[in-house]
């Protein structure tokens, strides 16, 4: 895709069949697919880790060692799947889910990079760099295997044309922490089942997801102790309610694209809602690291508002799709149906009975 090339604003719904579809489709974005985000670098520059001095030195050794330098080269065990002859429901639900996995990985590397440029503090800006490093190479990995299937996406372009949504700095803090560990706890459980399944390996980058996700555990661990320098982040009232907001958000989201891939999973042999219950409960866990309250799982009232959220959004979907006038006056009660279902799960009371340590840093343990 040149740069004279318009983006169709309808990419979001096709199944790419070049590089320019692809690249389209991942510029659109809904209020369900990956953002890149855009923040007030001068405020994150001025982070002073002083008071997580001794574990920042530890983490940033660890990332400054690189143990997955040579990790995202294709090697023996990559078998190129035979695109030609896939199932095309399942051919374009895996080629959906690798277009959704780069624009997230490459968001950020985006964001990361940025604050490596723009800032001048010099801890801010080696975890920053060192950050953009990882996900440039996970970003560029998974765009070697869109490139076999002919739907690569031109990540230059794509810099450029996808819109920017500004997030405070405490937003970031929320919201990426939350994504590099859900994403950390999705590549591992997606591992440990096709280890113990290896015949519905359907891909080959699966095999890589193992040391893959410690880099995504690792900056989580990096956005928490960000966090730890300033304990307001997380205890005040408000931000309370902002944690919140984030965790029930970035939860139902998940839900509902994960079950937007129905051939995708039955050809990995993965029940959704087992899987999702798997993801949201290891997430869940491991940031009671940092975050004071924790979203009930068990209450009979998550799953069952969260079944609700989903029917909203698919209605809202079949809503545009069908488009013209009565799509739109569809789209309207299935908007508040799903206003109402995320308001019943942002209002389920919730788990505040962890104790957060002085040094709550973490090991990938699943
Ligand atoms: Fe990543
Ligand atoms: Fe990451």
Not at 19 to 39: E, N, V
Not at 139 to 164: M, P
């Amino acid at each position: 895709m040149n740069a004279h090339t318009e983006i169709d604003p309808n990419a979001h719904d096709i199944i790419p069949e070049n590089s320019d579809q692809a690249t389209s489709k991942a510029a659109t974005t809904t209020l369900l697919d990956p953002r890149f985000y855009t923040t007030d670098f001068d405020e994150m520059d001025r982070i002073d880790v002083t008071p997580v001095r001794a574990q920042w030195d530890e983490m940033i050794t660890k990332m400054a060692a690189d143990p997955n330098k040579g990790h995202f080269k294709k090697n023996e065990n990559w078998d190129t799947p035979d695109w030609e002859n896939m199932d095309p429901a399942l051919k374009a639900e895996l080629i959906d889910f690798l277009v959704s996995s780069l624009t997230a990985e490459f968001s950020g590397c985006v964001l990361y990079k940025e604050m490596k440029r723009r800032g001048n503090n010099p801890d801010i800006c080696q975890l920053f760099q060192l950050m953009a490093r990882d996900e440039a190479r996970h970003a560029g990995f998974i765009n070697d295997a869109l490139r076999e299937a002919d739907v690569a996406v031109n990540l230059g372009f794509l810099t450029k044309a996808k819109k920017y949504t500004y997030f405070r700095p405490k937003f970031i803090y929320y919201a990426t922490y939350l994504s590099e560990k859900i994403g950390y706890a999705r590549y591992i459980t997606i591992y440990r089942h096709l280890e113990a399944n290896p015949d519905k390996m359907i891909h080959p980058i699966f095999k890589w997801f193992e040391n893959w996700c410690n880099d995504e555990f690792s900056h989580g661990e990096a956005f928490a102790l960000l966090m730890k320098t300033d304990p307001k982040l997380t205890n005040s009232f408000v931000n309370k309610l902002w944690i919140r907001f984030f965790l029930v958000a970035v939860f139902s989201v998940m839900c509902i694209r994960d079950h937007q891939r129905p051939e995708f999973h039955k050809a990995l042999g993965i029940d959704i809602d087992w899987y999702d219950r798997e993801v949201l409960k290891k997430t869940s866990d491991i940031s009671k690291q940092v975050f004071p309250i924790a979203i009930d799982l068990e209450n009979p009232r998550w799953e069952k508002n969260l079944l609700k959220l989903r029917h909203a959004s698919a209605a809202m979907d079949a809503a545009k799709r069908k488009g013209g006038l009565m799509g739109n006056l569809a789209k309207v009660p299935a908007g508040l149906r799903a206003a109402k279902a995320f308001a019943s799960l942002y209002l389920i009371p919730v788990k505040s009975d962890h104790v957060i340590e002085a040094d709550s840093r973490m090991v990938p343990s699943y």
